[in-house]
């Protein structure tokens, strides 16, 4: 009698699905793991089915169910926002192509367009970003948020000074573009001192913690800080 099709093995047990990439030639090992990684990630697979253009809109959909971040006819500004997750989850969830608020995602590299979304190439530390910013928004931003990090060197505690600093100007700039009373959300590396970063937006906003999205990976050493209540 032939075996019907299925996923178990002859041993009874159930068939390992995953996929396993073999080392190409040229290819370093390290770089066959992200791929092996990258093809089964679930989230990977839930942004190619859902039309997000990365993972990480599954982060900030999750920071949104916790903490309430976008509301219908709210200005947000993503930094660093290429490829673009974060700006598509904003543009749906602020109602911008119903013609409720306004939605901005800068970066230094070059993004394909976005409905509903305004993009722009600059780099947010040059000085008359501001400006520019406030003239695309049409006003102050209600929340600015940034999923930016640095190139990793793969050495830790570099890297998470590198972050940290990258994260620090984030936070500075959010201070001179935010409405009173509006929300900054940055992605930070744990190491110890993004306690420091804590302890300053606590000066600055009404309140401040830590959180870590499901969608964030578990071995990873990300986390995210979410500021309310900008006292301006």
Known sequence: MKKPPGNKDNRGGQRDLSVRVRTAKGRKTSSTLWLQ??????YVKMAKRDGYRSRAAYKLLELDEK????????????????????TQVAVARV???????????????????????????????????????????GGPA???????????????????????????????????VL????????????????????????????????AKPKASRADSAETFLVATGFKG
């Open 179 to 210: 409405t009173p009373g509006g929300t900054f959300v940055c992605k930070v590396r744990q190491g110890g001192m993004e306690g420091q970063l804590l302890t300053q937006l606590k000066q600055k906003f009404a309140k401040a913690s830590h």
């Open 37 to 42: 990684r990258q093809l089964n990630d679930p």
């Open 142 to 176: 209600d929340l600015v948020l940034s999923d930016m990090a640095p190139n990793t060197t793969g050495h830790a505690a570099t890297d998470h000074i590198r972050i940290l600093a990258m994260v620090e100007a984030a936070a500075l700039f959010a201070t001179e």
């Open 95 to 137: 109602g911008t192509l119903e013609g409720k608020g306004a939605v901005l995602g800068l970066d230094i590299l070059p993004m394909q367009a976005i409905p509903g979304a305004t993009l722009m190439q600059i780099d947010f530390m040059a000085d008359d970003a501001p400006e520019k910013i406030r003239a695309a928004l």
């Open 67 to 86: 903490f309430h971040l976008l509301k219908p006819g709210l200005r947000v500004l993503d930094l660093g926002a290429a490829p673009g997750g974060w």
